[in-house]
């Protein structure tokens, strides 16, 4: 590959050049790129090379870092005695050279080596040691490393509300390190992030296996806002890198010693670090060797004072006992009271019960948690066993399905369900909600949850489905506006890239009851539709920017392109083949406080055709935040809600789905949610009829109507022609419901 073919050109330049420190360096980045493809071979031979050659021209330092090298691929070998060897020689080698940073390292890493080996408590030991030099250099990238060891270590000794505590001083150092970030080629942060995303994941198992549910979602919460803010790439005040995982009182307690103590090593780190390397370079004064010799006694006396921190707060936290599990940082016990309240609010307002479902994917296993509105009764954790890994492949797979109209989805479907639902099928049973709120994470976005089958029913015929984001916090229980005035803007015509959309003009004609034509009975909304030409970003622009008489309802018709992490390729094709992209939608002037529902009728997602066209890479890499992340950003310019598509459906079926919503939540005053739902009961029992175009499913030799297998050929039922999932899946609720 590319660094393997750089370090190989960067050690002829070194060879030629005489510069051997440099060709070391080459040849041991060579071995490491060798031993990530998986040449083990290969790679120990450059390490070893760069070892002898250090050894006899008495390169300690190269000496030091070329045996981290080799105990690192040992270890991944599970020669952990080996390993342990090659990092014991290394730390003797940088105390010696005092090599402080490589000292770190090698104490960190023999501290992963005897958690290898079953040796918890020199895990401990070496994991404190590993700190207590970080601290000293005031490195992060140590510090987290040391403190996401302890906590690890912890956890494993049954210590969990210590290993929770140094755990966030782990994902908080993290956050700071990010923040520090800013500025800088926005590719470099989101690849600094992606490998350090298992310490968030962690923390909240650890939180929610503590029943802190509340802050385990916090916690979390800081990967879902950093996704939003990767898709709109938007500095704000709100920015997620300058967040930090909220302390409870006893951890903020403990946490300001911790602060006073580490300002004291840093500080005495670096004069010391200054003062050696001043001796290395041109001696010292003796002025300067009086200074060195307070600065080493300095030291000892805040290493002893660490250390007695370090003990003091393990018999501190193992008295707190269960107390600390439930014990809530003041701004946490005040978010779970206030959005319950808001919870119970709206389930009044409406006369129904609402709950809110936290789908969290972990490595292993799927976490569940139901929050109510009864704030007596606290949130419920449950587990799902299917692997990250294992979920992601179902879903893929239950995608394929659902895109097919003449496949059978519901065996995989209730697959699904039994792993997504099954583990909370009692608790919701005992609720009887109405409306669920999801928040959801990773792939499972691309997921329309209603499309899940329980052996019997979807989703769809039991509940509404919304998908919760923290943006909708502020707006979800706002009542909307008692009656609809909507604009609908459209694309019928082709434009460069992109196929003509002809059911486009009959979608917006069914909709619409044209304010300008007294002849026009047939739409369900009053407004004014703009169509193709008419459809410029000046009228957009005009349509939201409409005071006197505004349109709560912007329903729009056309390609809206997503591409993951990028808003300058993510866009809106407006007429005339013209695109209004993402970074002009958030820097220009597009206002959407009058904005009840955005609808979004022809979406296309990352998961899309085109993940598929590229060998799939597109697809492995998508995880649905881009969708999400453009429901943030309306509603984070006003819009209460939006109603968006997690694929096209190139049909009139969709005309007929959005004109039979709009007809029951303006006529039967509706909640969109439950609107939503019915609509998508009709399609699915054939209580709605159908298009002189409608769908005409291919029958298999033998098939039966009533045929339920996961990959058999779909036959709707007599009457019910859009029954299948394709037709009225793809639809999604984010925001304020109501």
Not at 136 to 142: A, F, M
């Amino acid at each position: 590959g590319a660094a393997r073919t750089h370090y190989q050109a960067a050690r002829k330049i070194a060879q030629e050049v005489g510069e051997w420190s440099t060709e070391a360096g080459a040849i041991m980045g060579l071995g490491n790129v060798l031993w990530l493809q998986g040449e083990d071979g290969a790679a120990e031979e450059y390490h070893t090379q760069v070892l002898k050659r250090a050894q006899e021209v008495g390169e300690r330092s190269m000496e030091a870092l070329s045996l981290m090298n080799l105990g690192n691929m040992s270890w991944w070998q599970g020669k952990y005695g080996a390993a342990r060897t090659h990092y014991q020689e290394a730390r003797k080698i940088a105390q010696e050279v005092r090599s402080r940073s490589t000292e770190a390292g090698a104490l960190s890493n023999l501290g992963v080596v005897s958690w290898s080996m079953g040796k918890y408590e020199a895990a401990r030991d070496y994991f404190e040691q590993s700190l207590a030099v970080a601290l000293e250099l005031g490195i992060p990238e140590n510090l987290w490393r040391a403190m996401k060891g302890l906590q690890e270590t912890h956890a494993f000794l049954l210590d969990r509300p210590l290993a929770i505590f140094f755990g966030k001083q782990a994902v908080n150092t993290i956050q700071g390190m990010r923040g520090n970030l800013i500025g800088i080629e926005r590719s470099i942060q989101q690849s600094f992030l992606r490998d350090k995303r298992y310490v968030y994941e962690q923390l909240t198992d650890l939180l929610i296996e503590e029943g802190r549910i509340w802050e385990a979602q916090q916690v979390l919460a800081m990967l879902k806002e950093e996704e939003y803010f990767d898709f709109i790439r938007r500095r704000s005040e709100a920015d997620p890198r300058d967040q930090q995982a909220v302390l409870t009182q006893t951890e903020q307690e403990w946490h300001a010693r911790y602060q006073v103590i580490q300002a004291r090593l840093v500080t005495l780190g670096r004069e010391y670090q200054r003062l050696t390397q001043k001796q290395k370079q041109a001696g010292l004064s003796e002025m300067d060797s009086i200074q060195l010799a307070k600065v080493n006694q300095d030291l000892r006396v805040a290493r002893q004072a660490f250390s007695q921190y370090l003990k003091d707060l393990q018999v501190a936290f193992a008295q707190l006992g269960g107390s600390e599990a439930v014990a809530f940082g003041e701004k946490d016990l005040k978010s779970l009271t206030a959005f319950q309240g808001t919870l119970q609010r709206i389930s009044q307002q409406v006369d129904q019960t609402i709950v809110l479902l936290h789908f969290l994917p972990m490595e292993d296993q799927l976490r569940l948690i139901l929050t109510t509105a009864n704030a007596a009764l606290p949130p419920i954790a449950r587990d799902s066993p299917i692997t990250r890994g294992d979920l992601n492949r179902l879903i893929f797979a239950y995608r394929e399905l659902l895109q097919n109209p003449r496949l059978d989805p519901r065996g995989k479907g209730h697959e699904l369900y039994q792993a997504i639902f099954g583990p909370i099928e009692n608790d919701l049973e005992e609720l009887k909600p109405k409306t669920l709120l999801v928040y959801l994470d990773g792939v499972l976005r691309y997921l329309p949850l209603a499309a899940l089958y329980d052996g019997e029913r979807y989703v769809a015929e039991r509940y509404g489905v919304v998908m919760y984001t923290t943006a909708a916090k502020a707006e979800i229980r706002i009542p909307p506006t008692p009656h609809w005035r909507v604009a609908g803007l459209g694309v019928s015509q082709g434009a460069p890239g992109f196929p003509p959309l002809p059911a486009v003009e009959a979608e917006l004609d069914g909709i619409i009851q044209e304010e300008t034509n007294a002849q026009d009975v047939q739409g369900v909304l009053p407004g004014q539709s703009f169509l193709n030409t008419s459809f410029t970003v000046d009228q957009f622009q005009k349509v939201l920017q409409e005071d006197i008489t505004p349109y709560p309802v912007i329903h729009v018709a056309s390609h809206f392109h997503f591409r993951p992490g990028s808003d300058t390729d993510s866009f809106l094709v407006v007429g005339g083949g013209q695109r209004l992209t993402l970074a002009e939608l958030q820097k220009g002037f597009y206002p959407m406080t009058h904005v009840d529902l955005l609808t979004l009728s022809a979406c296309e997602t990352g998961l899309g055709s085109e993940a598929h066209a590229h060998g799939g890479r597109a697809g492995k890499e998508a995880d649905g935040r881009e969708v999400e992340g453009f429901g943030v950003l309306v509603q984070q310019q006003g819009a209460k809600a939006v109603l968006a598509t997690l694929w096209k459906v190139a049909d009139r079926s969709t005309g007929e789905f959005m004109k039979a919503f709009y007809h029951l939540r303006q006529t039967e005053k509706l909640t969109k949610a439950e609107a939503l739902r019915r609509v998508q009961e009709q399609f699915i029992r054939g209580k709605h009829p159908p298009s002189p175009e409608g769908p005409t499913p291919i029958r298999a030799p033998g098939s039966e109507e009533n045929n339920s297998e996961g990959t058999g050929t779909f036959v709707p039922p007599s009457g019910a022609p859009y029954a299948h999932p394709y037709y009225w899946a793809p639809f999604i609720l984010m925001g304020n419901f109501l």
